[in-house]
């Protein structure tokens, strides 16, 4: 079993920045986890792929909309992701989910194809 606890969300002007962290624990953690990501929801909308880096390799995907601006990073070590968000638009507003998949899932934007999942954390781009 794997356990996801993120951190970092808030307020945030538009043009701002905000660092999200997800910490990832388990007895079998590092054999059990074949990628990392990152996934949102706003109000009255679906679940939305944002990104995700392969755990062994660190290869990442982004959807095109956050391309340039935002930066999916992981630490092995400390088992651990980060989300960096720069230049936050309104239409970023919604609630961040960290997401785990199981060894051999390398990149899905599918939230099926996600074992695991953290409480979420709200982001909220406004002036």
């Known amino acids: 079993q794997v356990q996801l606890v993120e951190s970092g969300g808030g307020l945030v002007q538009p043009g701002g920045s905000l660092r999200l962290s997800c910490a990832a624990s388990g007895r079998t953690l590092r054999l059990s986890i074949g990628a990392m990501g990152w996934f949102r929801q706003a109000p009255g909308k679906e679940r939305e792929f944002v990104s995700v880096?392969?755990?062994?390799?660190?290869?990442?995907y982004y959807i095109d909309s956050v391309k340039g601006r935002f930066t999916i990073s992981r630490d092995n070590a400390k088992n651990t992701m980060t989300l960096q968000m720069n230049s936050l638009k309104s239409e970023d507003t919604a609630v961040y989910y960290c997401a785990a998949a199981r060894a051999g899932v390398y990149y899905s934007r599918v939230p099926s194809a996600y074992a695991y999942w953290g409480q979420g954390t709200q982001v909220a781009v406004s002036s």
């Open positions: 880096i392969t755990w062994e390799t660190g290869t990442t």
